[in-house]
């Protein structure tokens, strides 16, 4: 299973800025581990805003709710959450609509 994933700071929840850059390098950090380890396959930082994004690939939704509970930054995220298919599976969905 694959999941886009879009995460951004909540307005207001950080405030301190040292507390701040200690936050983010230990999320930076778990995320380096989660690539190392295979489940997140693709993406990054943005560059406008403070967030990321990047394409999880996890076994099962118990397990992509652990990794995302298991976050340093879960409680001060906005997270969304797309699960991903294929084009394969998306134009055999739109030939079952055309009969």
Do not use: C, Q, W
């Amino acid at each position: 299973m694959k999941f886009l994933v879009v995460e951004k700071i909540r307005p207001g929840t950080m405030t301190d800025s040292i507390e701040f850059a200690k936050l983010a390098g230990e999320d930076l950090k778990y995320k380096i581990d989660l690539e190392k380890n295979g489940k997140i396959v693709s993406g990054g930082p943005f560059l406008d805003i403070v967030g990321d994004f990047y394409v999880l690939e996890t076994s099962t939704i118990e397990e992509m709710g652990e990794i995302f509970f298991e976050s340093p930054s879960n409680l001060l995220v906005e997270r969304e959450v797309h699960p991903l298919g294929s084009f394969k599976d998306s134009y055999e969905g739109m030939k079952e609509l055309a009969m």
